[in-house]
């Protein structure tokens, strides 16, 4: 079974810092590009960041460049996610997804996970 499971969101200050873990389980793990996503009420879902680590490509959405880093842990299935001064508009449900690439749109990816709740108070 194909399963992406999101942890670490929660309530934090601005200013704060979150660490987001993205373990996936059910397929190969190496052949797929995992992206973060993000949805706040009465918005369209914004793609955050995406890693490739066979093809060594990173992408940051511009509004959390500088601030959020992802990276992977191959040997584990995971992908985390450090969100570092967040900001009020950084309250999102944050959701991983799978793709053997790093598509801009939403709808091409694979596998998602159930996603997890940020929410930055000021």
């Known amino acids: 079974e194909v399963q992406l499971v999101e942890s670490g969101g929660g309530l934090v200050q601005a200013g704060g810092s979150l660490r987001l873990s993205c373990a996936a389980s059910?397929?190969?793990?190496?052949?797929?590009?995992i992206g973060w996503f993000r949805q706040a009420p009465g918005k369209e879902r914004e793609r955050v960041s995406c890693?490739?680590?066979?093809?060594?490509?990173?992408y940051y959405a511009d509004s959390v460049k500088g601030r959020f880093t992802i990276s992977s842990d191959n040997a584990k299935n995971t992908v985390y996610l450090q969100m570092n001064s967040l900001k009020p508009e950084d309250t999102a449900v944050y959701y991983c997804?799978?793709?053997?690439?790093?598509?801009?749109?939403?709808?091409?990816?694979?596998?998602w996970g159930q996603g997890t709740q940020v929410t930055v108070s000021s």
């Open positions: 890693i490739n680590s066979r093809a060594r490509i990173i």
């Open positions: 059910g397929f190969t793990f190496d052949d797929y590009a």
């Open positions: 997804a799978a793709l053997d690439y790093c598509s801009r749109y939403d709808r091409n990816y694979d596998y």
